[in-house]
């Protein structure tokens, strides 16, 4: 069969069963912004059938020099409209869902749905501290990722491994427009992007337990083995009200 | 000056930054385990302010500022990288 697919069904990792599975799967991408962007592209390409998009905020010109789903026309637009007709021209075999809100401790619950994996390209710390708890919660497994100027990371939260709040991360060190290069957050949402398809496949190692910290200046990528604080608060609230 | 450490383990404490930290002192600091009681200790020899810091971790764990610092530990110190 000659289709969209053929380049990534050759793969071992996927197949036709693998590509039937990714029809079938739901993620839930929080924040449409510069990780957003090629997440949601790759995703969408990729074939995965069910895309959740959440984002509350309007294109504005100084998204334009990393966030690559939105165009100059698309200034005063909400992102949210803006992305799910980018995403519909990119791949029409696809389900694009898009929810215009502002993810709270309230609604984070009902805005991740029964996603099957969360890619959290937030760009404030409180409120991935709220993804991961749901998440952990839920247990739906949580790409992180993040970017400052010409550094970036990813981990996978889940299962056994840390989440943000275990490796020492706080509500309050929220930062306001933190300087970004485009590019950089086009590495880091890249990588996201791998590492939540090769969870909805079932293949590969994801960075669960492992830190995958990229420094741009020097071009190079550390991994750094964490491990779950017995102490986080986040997890204990998580696992007590955890779904059974 | 440390002829005789094994792989890993010695009188020293290997620091190893990230970000922003490494700016004017490089990727990774080895001090002298000696000269230092608690995880604050260390980030007064790099100089490295304790608010700067989000993520601090000794051999893969989360540390307080107040932790002890033993020879041979692998602490990681990291900025906040929360943008999106
Ligand atoms: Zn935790």
């Known amino acids: ?244 | 000056m440390n002829g005789n450490r094994e792989k890993g383990m010695g009188d020293m404490v290997e620091v190893r930054l990230f970000a922003t930290f490494r700016e004017g002192r490089g990727k990774v600091c080895y001090l002298d385990a000696a000269k230092l009681v608690k995880a604050s200790d260390v980030l007064e020899v790099l100089r490295i302010p304790q608010e700067e810091v989000a993520i601090y971790l000794i051999n893969g764990r989360h540390s307080s500022m107040e932790d002890r610092v033993l020879d041979g530990d692998v602490l990681a110190v990291f900025p906040p990288v929360g943008g999106g």
């Open chain 1, 1 to 244: 069969m000659t289709d969209r697919y053929e380049r990534q069904r050759a793969l071992a990792q996927i197949g036709e069963e693998g590509q039937r599975r990714l029809a079938k799967k739901q993620v839930a991408v929080i924040g449409a912004g510069g990780l957003g962007s090629p997440v949601l592209t790759y995703l969408a390409q990729a074939g995965v059938g069910t895309l959740r998009l959440v984002e509350f905020d309007t294109v504005g010109i100084t998204n334009l020099n990393r966030q690559f789903l939105y165009t100059e026309k698309d200034v005063g637009r909400k992102k949210s409209a803006a992305a799910r007709e980018k995403l519909a021209l990119l791949n029409s075999e696809i389900l694009v869902e898009v929810r215009d809100a502002e993810l709270t401790k309230e609604n984070a619950e009902e805005l991740i749905g029964d996603a099957d994996v969360v890619v959290s390209c937030l760009d404030c710390i409180s409120a991935r501290l709220i993804v991961d708890e749901v998440c952990i919660r839920k247990k739906i497994p949580v790409v992180e990722g993040g970017v400052s100027g010409f550094f970036g990371f990813v981990l996978c939260v889940g299962g056994d491994g840390p989440c943000l709040e275990c490796l020492g991360y706080d509500a309050a060190m929220d930062q306001k427009e933190i300087p970004v290069l485009g590019a950089v957050a086009g590495v880091i949402g890249s990588l996201q992007a791998a590492e939540c398809l090769k969870i909805l496949l079932g293949a590969g190692e994801p960075l669960y337990g492992r830190l995958l910290q990229y420094d741009g200046i020097s071009g190079t990528f550390d991994e750094i083995e964490v491990k779950k604080n017995e102490a986080c608060r986040l997890h204990r609230r998580a696992e007590a009200g955890k779904e059974k």
